[in-house]
């Protein structure tokens, strides 16, 4: 039975607001911080990281220690960073109670690297992986993937950036300098100032969402310019939250790079759309300028979905003080980089991703894709390797699904409107409206092995987690 006091206790939880815990953060002082660099230990193309899926304590708000769970460090996990064609071992160990895995999201690998449901990670085993760079330059990164956990997993803290560093020389690529990494998410406390995830039947449908906006672990984030040009790897690291993004006043920057890497040519705007996993890069010019980076919600659908994702939720994101920017020697490139077109066909496959409302969703599997959800003993899929394909990914449902594939970057070829800006470039990501299909085209690298499955899924993790992933092997 449950004790009065236990009671009123999740009574209080149950309706606490962070709105105390908020005013209780100094916002005079420049907080943002990058994740450390972890550049491994090198010898030639041989690189080594060691690292460790471990519990800690972070602090978020002033006087409050939070448990966190993160990677080599208390929230979050460092910044690696590599070179194209390294040949990258890891020794991950997992000291948690727990069994989890480390998916390296946007890499070309072969599948038993892959770190998804397949490659768990029991407690106090060490897990011992690699692979070989084989694709460009490009902005990545690394998160928990178990099986009906990745959801409760990531926002705990198992995530990170992996950085493929490119050597454009009028690039900004001084870490933490002028080239600085932006995991964006946002996260619910309670009032102990404790991470509070799934609180009911909302959060399992919509995906969790949180009040407070985290940038690097960082709550109300300050940034003080060092150099006028800056490289801001943007990455929504959130569960299941879809940022518009610009800044306050409609200043202008450019996008370089999206998913896969650079684009072909850097291209001028004042806004962007980043969904849960996407990557963009971009080049603001803050020389003597005081930038707030702002999310503004977008207008809601119409009946009870509209009503639900309406939710006015502007936020600030970060704050960026270039008035001490020191004069840079980098400037915008006229050209990025050069994509290889797809010069042929071999399959085309269709992709329905379904969600069940209401009462209706009470009967099981409220999410599937063509009709199933996930099951770990059910293949979906088989591809050839090596081949060119083309998905067409219909959303027959009545919110976005930011759909993912595992082991490739894609170009998407078709969706409702115009293809516009980081979608322009190489993406692992693609955003998909409801009533909407997309049509994307990848070639899936030479990699073959008949009993390891990757994923494809809904990047809301509580999606995924409800069953709207699916698996194939390539063969
Ligand atoms: Cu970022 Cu299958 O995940
Ligand atoms: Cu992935
Ligand atoms: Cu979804």
Redesign the pocket.
């Known amino acids: 039975m449950i004790s009065r006091r236990k009671f009123i206790q999740f009574g209080a939880i149950a309706i606490a607001v962070p709105t105390k815990l908020l005013a209780n953060i100094t916002t005079k002082k420049f907080n943002f911080k990058s994740p450390v660099l972890n550049t491994g230990v090198r010898n030639g193309n041989k690189v080594v990281f060691d690292l460790t899926i471990k519990s800690g304590w972070k602090q978020f708000f002033n006087d409050i220690k939070t448990p966190t769970w993160g990677i080599s460090q208390d929230f979050l996990g460092q910044t690696l960073q590599v070179n194209p064609d390294d040949e990258v071992h890891f020794a991950i160990k997992n000291t948690l109670k727990e069994t989890t895995t480390i998916h390296w999201h946007g890499a070309k690998l072969p599948a038993k690297a892959d770190g998804g449901p397949h490659q768990p990670i029991k407690p106090n085993t060490t897990w011992n992986t690699n692979f070989k760079i084989i694709q460009p330059p490009a902005t990545l990164w690394y998160h928990a993937h178990q099986m009906h956990k990745t959801g409760e997993h990531v926002y705990k803290g198992l995530a990170g950036m992996m950085i493929i560093k490119d050597n454009h020389k009028d690039l900004p690529s001084d870490y933490g300098v002028d080239d600085l990494p932006i995991i964006i998410q946002d996260r619910d406390f309670d009032k102990r100032g404790f991470m509070r995830y799934i609180s009911g039947m909302r959060d399992r449908m919509m995906?969790k969402t949180g009040s407070v906006i985290l940038v690097n672990g960082v709550v109300k984030t300050k940034l003080k310019a060092k150099k006028s040009l800056l490289r801001l790897r943007l990455l929504n690291g959130s569960n299941a939250k879809i940022y518009n993004l610009s800044f306050k006043g409609g200043e202008s920057f450019h996008i370089i790079g999206s998913d896969g890497g650079l684009l072909e040519k850097p291209i001028l705007t004042n806004k962007l759309t980043l969904a849960p996993a996407e990557r963009i890069e971009i080049l603001v010019q803050v020389a003597g300028k005081n930038l707030q980076l702002i999310h503004t919600s977008s207008s809601g659908g119409t009946g009870m979905m509209g009503s639900m994702m309406s939710r006015s939720d502007n936020s600030n994101i970060m704050q960026i003080d270039g008035s001490k920017a020191k004069t840079s020697n980098k400037k915008i490139p006229k050209n990025l980089s050069i994509h290889t077109k797809f010069d042929k066909v071999d399959k085309t496959r269709e992709f329905n991703?379904e969600?069940k409302m209401g009462p209706m969703a009470m009967l099981g599997n409220a999410?599937t894709i063509n009709g199933k959800a996930m099951d770990i003993n059910v293949l979906n899929e088989i591809v050839q390797a090596g081949s060119v394909e083309i998905w067409k990914i219909r959303n027959s449902s009545m919110?976005p699904?930011?759909f993912h594939i595992h082991n490739v970057q894609f170009k998407i070829i078709k969706r409702f409107g115009k293809i516009a800006g980081a979608e322009l470039g190489f993406k692992d990501v693609v955003l998909i409206h409801p009533n909407e299909v997309v049509e994307v085209i990848m070639k899936f690298p030479d990699y073959s092995d008949k009993n390891s499955p990757y994923m494809y899924h809904?990047h809301?993790l509580e999606?995924e987690d409800g069953g709207?992933m699916g698996q194939f092997v390539v063969i």
Do not use: A, D, Q, R
């Open positions: 995906g991703l969600m999410f919110m699904h930011p809904c809301i999606h709207m």
